[in-house]
């Protein structure tokens, strides 16, 4: 299986705070993974040094085999590499297919005029009827064609955290790193979305990377592996069943408040 994702001996501090002390993994093609680790041991902060988003204090990340330690975010976008933010991002005021229209923030063709361009235009020209026709898909894939016409300010969390991947899908990534999208989204519909994105990875043989802070709800998915964070290091990585055999995890986290329980039924 070859590798998709490198990540060799990655630190960041922020100021005297070291969010993310030295971290080493690697993402295959077709994985999906799951990271997880209490609040604040720098989950997030990986995905922002991992997508360009914040200048690393030390390491290399390789993304397709190429080493991207210092490029932007819209050039590592272009390799195929696609990410969403752990807070949802949409436009409350427009439906939920004109949501997937626009590009995402921090990404090719996000400046305020081209997504006037692309909302305004008269005529819709064949790219732009390809991308219609790829945002049905995309909500086809996720099971939720019916919510197209829907103004996203009326979708339930949990259904704006789909529109949130839906809109993560449109630039058919070959690596989707997801920040918690199912924090706070009731069992059921949880349960749905790791559900769709293990038929996707399956179906297209993309890789997912996903973070939940949930060890109970996670070792139940179907995730292939997982890794581990605490405290800004990789306590462990393996597979479902490794992690939940593993004394030291059991000990730091499985049962503890922090890590289990908080998936609303
Ligand atoms: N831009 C920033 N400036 C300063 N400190 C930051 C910044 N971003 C994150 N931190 C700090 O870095 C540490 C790691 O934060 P991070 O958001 O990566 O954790 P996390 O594992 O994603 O946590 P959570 O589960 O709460 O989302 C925290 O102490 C946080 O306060
Ligand atoms: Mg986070």
Same mark, same amino acid.
């Given at each position: 299986m070859s590798s998709v994702l490198k990540v060799e001996g990655l630190r960041k501090e922020f100021g005297g705070l070291v969010a993310v002390q030295?971290?080493? !993994?690697?993402?295959?093609? =077709?994985?999906?993974?799951?990271?997880?680790?209490?609040?604040?041991?720098?989950?997030?902060?990986? !995905?922002?040094?991992?997508? =360009?988003l914040l200048h690393k204090t030390a390491g290399t990340v390789e993304i397709f085999g190429k080493d991207v330690t210092e490029h932007r975010p819209d050039q590592i976008q272009n390799l195929g590499l696609t990410r969403t933010f752990q807070h949802t991002r949409l436009w409350r005021q427009m439906t939920v297919i004109e949501n997937l229209l626009v590009p995402p923030r921090h990404q090719f063709g996000s400046s305020f005029s081209d997504r006037i361009k692309a909302l305004l235009a008269p005529k819709l020209n064949q790219q732009e009827s390809d991308r219609l026709e790829k945002a049905y898909s995309v909500l086809d894939q996720l099971e939720v064609p019916h919510m197209a016409h829907n103004l996203t300010s009326e979708l339930s969390g949990g259904q704006s955290k789909l529109v949130d991947i839906g809109r993560s899908m449109m630039g058919d990534p070959r690596l989707l790193l997801l920040d918690e999208p199912v924090a706070g989204v009731?069992?059921?519909?949880?349960?749905k979305i790791f559900n769709n994105l293990r038929n996707i990875v399956d179906e297209t043989g993309i890789s997912i990377l996903i973070i939940e802070h949930n060890m109970d709800f996670i070792l139940r998915q179907g995730v292939d592996r997982i890794i581990v964070m605490n405290e800004g290091r990789v306590l462990m990585q393996g597979t479902p069943e490794e992690v939940r055999n593993n004394r030291q995890v059991v000990e730091a986290y499985l049962g503890s408040d922090g890590m289990s329980g908080d998936v609303e039924e």
């Open positions: 030295d971290i080493s !993994f690697d993402i295959g093609e =077709g994985e999906f993974v799951g990271l997880i680790g209490p609040n604040g041991c720098g989950k997030s902060t990986t !995905f922002n040094c991992i997508s =360009g009731a069992g059921p519909l949880a349960m």
